[in-house]
């Protein structure tokens, strides 16, 4: 699977595309402390006015201002590494959690999997957005500044959410992927052997369950960014949503949030458009640069898996014939069907 990704083109450029985005916004950060320009106003070389904010896009502001003044474009590269970063370490989150508890009771018995699945066939029924949004509207919207908390408790607190309500169908997956490889010949082989669980894990079914999980993070990425787009159309910012006298406002540049942010301020009447469709677009290419990650990692593990070593029937009834003809039963059967041929 390493070897196929390598040689894959697409692949590299996709990995190039988000790893300069990303430099860029800590570069942002590192160099100019996350700050982003802001214009109000702008003037002619002798000195006429010529418009106030949200300024058309142009040289100087790449993708022009927004009603604030603030540059989109900075504001692009510098909530980049919010959102790319939020998106990341849920997926993960909710994997290495999803491990932790579905790998053991894949272990389990058949019984204690359909009680589960039982259970947690409940959990799925209800949209996790909505679930999000009743647990996150009373503890994340701040009548002003001086009532906002720690950004680590609301990070905390945020997270905590996210994580959780992914985890019920992910440990299902988890839990059906795990018993399928159990199933295998190589499986019980190892089991009827002797192996141990964590010999069985480490040895056998770890290297098996890498590619799968692998995809799995990328699908966890891009169901997390939807949450968060989801929840920022009901006005539920990351990290917290203000209100102020000119209404609800975001408290870091993060994609997701700037899409909700502006969406509320869509209009209809001129170009003004384009401060709602600059995170429209961003969000469109970040969905689709990770779905083309996702593709090409699954095209990876079909080649992975259709040039495994297939071991044919002719070959298995030579093995059987050779052993009913044994002279010596100590010797080698793939020696004895070499000393017949010659």
Not at 128 to 137: C, E
Not at 278 to 306: K, M, Q
Request: glycine fraction near 6%; hydrophobic fraction near 50%; aromatic fraction near 12%.
């Amino acid at each position: 699977m390493r070897r196929t990704l390598v040689r894959d083109p697409i692949f590299w450029i996709c990995i190039i595309i988000l790893t300069s985005l990303l430099l860029m916004s800590f570069g942002n950060t590192i160099f100019r402390d996350g700050q982003v320009d802001r214009i109000s106003n702008r003037y002619a070389d002798d000195g006429t006015f010529i418009a106030t904010s949200p300024l058309k896009p142009s040289f100087d502001q790449w993708l022009g201002t927004d009603r604030s003044g603030n540059d989109l474009f900075q504001m692009m590269v510098e909530g980049f590494k919010w959102t790319f970063g939020v998106c990341a370490f849920v997926a993960l989150g909710r994997l290495i959690l999803g491990l932790m508890i579905g790998i053991p009771l894949a272990f389990r018995g058949k019984r204690l999997h359909g009680i589960l699945k039982i259970v947690m066939d409940g959990f799925l029924v209800l949209p996790v957005s909505l679930l999000a949004l009743m647990l996150m509207l009373s503890s994340l919207i701040f009548p002003e500044m001086l009532a906002v908390p720690y950004l680590s408790d609301r990070l905390t607190f945020e997270f905590t959410i996210l994580i959780v309500l992914g985890l019920p169908s992910l440990v299902l997956y988890i839990i059906g992927e795990t018993r399928q490889i159990l199933t295998q010949e190589f499986m019980v082989v190892a089991s009827t052997l002797g192996g141990g669980t964590w010999h069985r894990f480490r040895r056998h079914l770890w290297p098996h369950l890498v590619p799968t999980l692998s995809i799995i993070f990328m699908q966890q990425f891009i169901q997390t960014l939807m949450l968060l787009v989801q929840l920022s159309l009901f006005g539920i910012f990351f990290s917290g949503t203000v209100i102020l006298y000119e209404g609800i406002t975001p408290l870091i540049f993060e994609w997701a949030s700037m899409f909700g942010y502006y969406f509320n301020q869509f209009s209809a009447v001129s170009w003004i458009n384009h401060m709602f469709l600059v995170p429209t677009i961003g969000i469109a290419l970040l969905i689709f640069l990770c779905n083309l990650l996702t593709s090409r990692l699954e095209r990876a593990y079909r080649i992975r898996r259709h040039d495994q070593p297939v071991i044919e029937e002719t070959s298995i009834v030579q093995n059987e014939a050779a052993v009913t003809s044994l002279d010596d039963p100590f010797v080698p059967v793939r020696h004895h069907i070499n000393q017949e041929t010659r």
